[in-house]
């Protein structure tokens, strides 16, 4: 699939999942699938805009790709905020912890790296590089 | 939110397509600003709503229901 590229506010959202809607068809994910795909790359890519730019007072771009072989969607997100990589944020409190003693922190990360089959990040050439990937199932052809 | 005494929060989701960690915040706020005395339930939510509740542990604070039942919730 062609890539997108929109800028890095809260309005580039809704393009962003889109784009991850598209995919997800393409890819023939059943509905949980491309329900926790979408959940997975709309938290990331909130992070990046509210904390990544917004809160930085930055501005810059989201990037999107998507790549569908046999096996595999792989969704690719990218961006220029400063180096983050969503796998070292600290766990939020334990799902057991009652909610009244809970810490609200790292539930969007914690949602993200759990709901998609395989997450990866890297940082390359400036630019922080987010990738979810999900299996596809049989029926999927 | 309510300043009088609420005894508990009915939220009907059944017309709720998805939830991110921002709704998530939202229940885990409110139980924590009205106490455990207040109880909350959800009517009716899809399955992956569902499953994001269980996914962040939220099933145990919850009271989940199928559909409105005017004495289930009362009595409870």
Redesign the interface.
């Known amino acids: 699939m062609e890539s997108l590229t929109v800028p890095g506010t809260l309005e580039s959202l809704s393009a962003i999942r889109a784009y991850v809607m598209t995919a997800s068809a393409s890819a023939g994910l059943d509905?949980?699938s491309a329900?926790?795909l979408?959940?997975a790359v709309?938290?990331i890519a909130?992070n990046v805009v509210v904390h990544g730019y917004m809160e930085g007072n930055r501005e810059g771009s989201l990037s999107i790709g998507a790549d569908i072989d046999e096996s595999l969607l792989k969704v690719a997100l990218e961006d220029t905020a400063p180096p983050y990589d969503p796998r070292k944020v600290p766990a939020p409190d334990?799902?057991?912890?009652?909610?009244?003693d809970?810490d609200?922190g790292g539930?969007?990360v914690?949602?993200a790296l759990?709901?998609v089959d395989q997450f990866a990040y890297e940082h390359v050439a400036g630019r922080n590089r987010t990738i979810f990937i999900m299996n596809r199932t049989a029926q999927s052809a | 939110m309510a300043s009088g005494n609420a005894k508990r929060l009915v939220l009907m989701l059944r017309d709720l397509d998805y939830i991110a960690s921002a709704g998530i915040r939202v229940l885990v706020f409110a139980k924590q600003k009205m106490g455990s005395s207040v109880d909350i339930y959800v009517v009716a939510p899809q399955d992956q709503v569902r499953e994001t509740f269980e996914m962040t542990g939220l099933q145990n604070s919850l009271v989940i229901l199928k559909r409105y039942d005017t004495a289930k919730i009362e009595a409870l």
Do not use: A, N, V
């Open positions: 509905k949980r329900y926790r979408s959940l709309d938290e909130t334990s799902i057991d912890t009652p909610l009244e809970r609200i539930l969007g914690f949602l759990r709901g």
